[in-house]
């Protein structure tokens, strides 16, 4: 075993999601918003989009993250999600 490849710069993908992890963290910290908090909004998201789609639920991911405002390209924390959807449900009687 190669003890030297434990402190190698180049630690590939484990390197990669360490510093995404830090990086929502930091988003986290910097917009006061405890993982409570995104498990909530989480929570009525699914609520409201099952209304009209059978969604699935594993492959849902909900993140803050950081994008630049189009107006003058200041930093903004954004709320980002990716919502699998299985099917649309027929909401023929509203």
């Known amino acids: 075993m190669d003890f ?3 402190f190698s ?3 590939g993908p ?3 999601v360490a510093k995404e992890r830090l990086k929502l963290v930091l988003v986290h910290d910097r917009t006061n918003c405890s993982p ?4 909530m909004v989480k929570g009525d998201i699914i ?3 099952s209304d009209y789609a059978e969604i699935d639920e594993s492959g849902l ?3 803050l993250t950081k994008t630049k405002r189009d107006e003058d390209d200041t930093m ?3 709320l980002v999600a990716n919502i699998p959807i299985k099917k649309m449900k027929d909401r023929k009687g509203i």
């Open 9 to 11: 710069r180049n630690s």
């Open 36 to 39: 409570h908090f995104l498990d």
């Open 4 to 6: 030297l490849k434990i």
């Open 61 to 63: 991911d909900i993140k």
């Open 14 to 16: 484990s390197k990669n």
């Open 47 to 49: 609520k409201v989009i």
């Open 76 to 78: 903004v924390p954004a």
